[in-house]
């Protein structure tokens, strides 16, 4: 089993940053692709950036590489999001995922474990 909480969400103007932090607990994210998604209101969960934690190979969603940078810190067994150059339509509630093995993953069903979200809110 793995347990993952999210932080970092906040209130944010236009064209600021904040960083979001994924924290797993249980098992070491070793042998693990990490994935972040958002959900807006009345959207469908948007797949943001995923890294697969052997290797440290990273991949992102369309559009959002350039803006959006994952990393990790492995001693602390957690995953972190960086996001600048925030818009109003980032607005959406943030979840880190993880799921065991090596491939690259972007759609939600291919995720088991989930954090419990963040919200993200960026004024214009």
């Known amino acids: 089993q793995v347990q993952l909480v999210e932080s970092g969400g906040g209130l944010v103007q236009a064209g600021g940053s904040l960083r979001l932090s994924c924290v797993g607990s249980?098992?070491?994210?070793?042998?693990?692709?990490i994935g972040w998604f958002r959900q807006a209101p009345g959207k469908e969960r948007e797949f943001v950036a995923g890294m697969r934690w052997s290797g440290g190979d990273t991949y992102y969603g369309d559009s959002l590489k350039g803006r959006f940078t994952i990393s990790r810190d492995n001693a602390k067994n957690t995953v972190y999001l960086q996001m600048n150059s925030l818009k109003p339509e980032d607005t959406a509630v943030y979840y880190c995922a993880a799921q065991g093995g090596f491939e690259r993953r972007f759609r939600p069903g291919e995720y088991m474990y989930w954090g419990q979200g963040t919200q993200v809110t960026v004024s214009s």
């Open positions: 249980g098992r070491t994210f070793s042998s693990y692709t």
